[in-house]
């Protein structure tokens, strides 16, 4: 009986040293970053074209610690993929596909520490942005191409798990992606927990100058 109440007693110390820390923060910046790449040989019993995909995604963020575990910030995003296929000559079909998209809206989020160093992110932000794609049908006369833009507004949600391996910097896991996605034509929703889609992210927060001082004794 006594084990279970030193556990809880030494969990509630821990998350309450962890809050204090946050508490003590002043402004901070985090990355998401993922890159991605898969090549496809061609296969003459199947008729698959050779297939090269590449993706390049960062989300960058800046805010500042209002309460406690309550931060505010501003988000930027920027995702660019390609897909591209070897078509033989003298056949058909499309050769290549591009998107290109960026956008830039207002974030909050919420850091319930679940350990000494390590916390449950729930992160929620809004957005505007551009999106562009392109294709290419390679045809027998000649190639066929195609691109256009939209603009689109929505929500999104990333939560996380972050792992602070200084006072000041830390690492984090979006383990899920959630959005919905609205523009003139159409609107969506997404939703998606395929560790192949997990993010990983690099964080670094700074000390307030007040937090300095009563550090330092003055």
């Known amino acids: 009986m006594t084990k279970p109440i030193v556990l809880f007693i030494a969990t509630q110390f821990f998350c309450s040293l962890a809050q204090a820390q946050i508490e003590h923060k002043g402004w901070w910046t985090r990355d998401l970053f993922t890159y991605q790449y898969f090549h496809q040989p061609s296969d003459n019993n199947s008729g698959a074209f050779e297939r090269t995909y590449h993706r390049i995604f960062t989300q960058p963020e800046v805010g500042y610690v209002i309460k406690k575990n309550w931060m505010v910030g501003l988000v930027l995003q920027y995702d660019y993929r390609t897909d591209n296929y070897d078509i033989p000559e003298g056949q058909t079909g499309q050769s290549h596909s591009s998107r290109s998209y960026y956008g830039a809206g207002p974030l909050i989020r919420y850091y319930h ?85 997990w993010l990983l992210g690099v964080e670094w927060y700074f000390n307030k100058k007040s937090a300095n001082k009563m550090g330092d004794g003055r």
């Open 113 to 197: 520490p679940i350990g000494k160093r390590v916390y449950f992110m729930s992160e929620v932000f809004g957005f505007y942005a551009r999106e562009t794609n392109g294709q290419t049908f390679q045809e027998l006369a000649s190639d066929r191409k195609t691109r256009y833009t939209k603009t689109q507004l929505g929500v999104g949600s990333n939560p996380s798990f972050a792992y602070f391996l200084t006072d000041n910097l830390g690492v984090s896991i979006t383990f899920a992606n959630i959005g919905y996605y609205t523009d003139k034509d159409s609107e969506s929703f997404t939703f998606s927990i395929n560790p192949q889609q």
